[in-house]
């Protein structure tokens, strides 16, 4: 059968129809939110500007054939309006440098996002759930997006099971924590930082380790590019002390 019209919903408002044997065809009707392009919509499609999360809803789709049956036929969908953070994630961490029995904490927070951001922890690709040992929150706020935080205490199950797997750990062992943000199924991205499990002092520990290279001179001691000391002798010192011996040796 010929067609008769094609009129598309909003939860349950019309806002565009297709008659083809009216002059002009297409028609719009005023629905909040909604703004129709004319050029890209007819009989088939039709095609909203500006989209806002306000149109995340149910949409329909009704069309009629001509007379002299007028049978009709109606299709229906939820379309979501996703809305994407502008920033980057971001994760902070309260010490780079920690003992098998000492704790961490570490933050991440993304920007406003619509629906609000999932946020999972990883520590060398082994997700971190919350337990008593190792506590995980989780905010959404709408105004400022969404933030988690995660606290690593001793005898945490992720700890041990990384030093199961790393039967040779006698010292020093860096562990990566990762940070991962996703929305859906069309937002995935991840942050993730360096942290050192030591049983040594922490002032040993070489800033290599991490990736924190610093030149330092080929005579200082290993960890002089951390604390910044210089064990040269400065030139006045070597005046000083050739004057005091020729003093002594004037007055022999």
């Known amino acids: 059968a010929s067609l008769y019209s094609v009129r598309w919903y909003f939860e349950k408002e019309e806002f565009y129809s297709y008659v083809p044997k009216e002059s002009p065809p297409e028609r719009v009707f005023p629905v909040s939110g909604i703004s129709v392009d004319l050029n890209m919509s007819d009989k088939h499609s039709v095609?909203?500007?500006?989209?806002?999360?306000?149109?995340?809803?149910?949409?329909?789709?009704?069309?009629?054939?001509?007379?002299?049956?007028?049978?009709?036929?109606?299709k229906s969908a939820k379309m979501m309006v996703i809305e994407l953070p502008r920033e980057e994630p971001v994760m902070q961490i309260d010490k780079k440098t920690v003992t098998p029995s000492g704790n961490f904490k570490a933050a991440c927070s993304i920007g406003v996002s619509f629906p609000p951001a999932n946020i999972t922890w990883y520590m060398n690709g082994r997700r971190i759930y919350k337990t008593s040992s190792q506590r995980v929150t989780y905010r959404a706020y709408e105004s400022s997006?969404?933030?988690?935080?995660?606290?690593?205490?001793?005898?945490?199950?992720?700890?041990?099971?990384?030093?199961?797997?790393?039967?040779?750990f006698q010292h020093v062992t860096v562990v990566s924590l990762l940070c991962e943000v996703s929305i859906l199924n069309v937002y995935h991205k991840s942050v993730q930082e360096k942290i050192a499990i030591t049983t040594k002092s922490m002032t040993t520990i070489s800033p290599n380790l991490l990736g924190l290279e610093a030149p330092r001179h080929p005579r200082d001691p290993d960890n002089s590019a951390l604390t910044g000391h210089d064990f040269k002798l400065r030139p006045p010192v070597c005046l000083f002390v050739l004057?005091?011996?020729l003093h002594r040796v004037l007055a022999l």
């Not at 997006?145 to 040779?168: C, D, M, R, W």
């Open 47 to 74: 095609t909203l500007r500006s989209v806002t999360r306000d149109l995340t809803g149910q949409f329909e789709c009704e069309v009629s054939e001509d007379a002299p049956l007028f049978h009709t036929a109606m």
């Open 145 to 168: 997006g969404t933030f988690s935080t995660l606290e690593i205490y001793p005898h945490s199950q992720v700890l041990q099971a990384i030093f199961k797997s790393n039967p040779q």
């Open 243 to 245: 004057i005091l011996l």
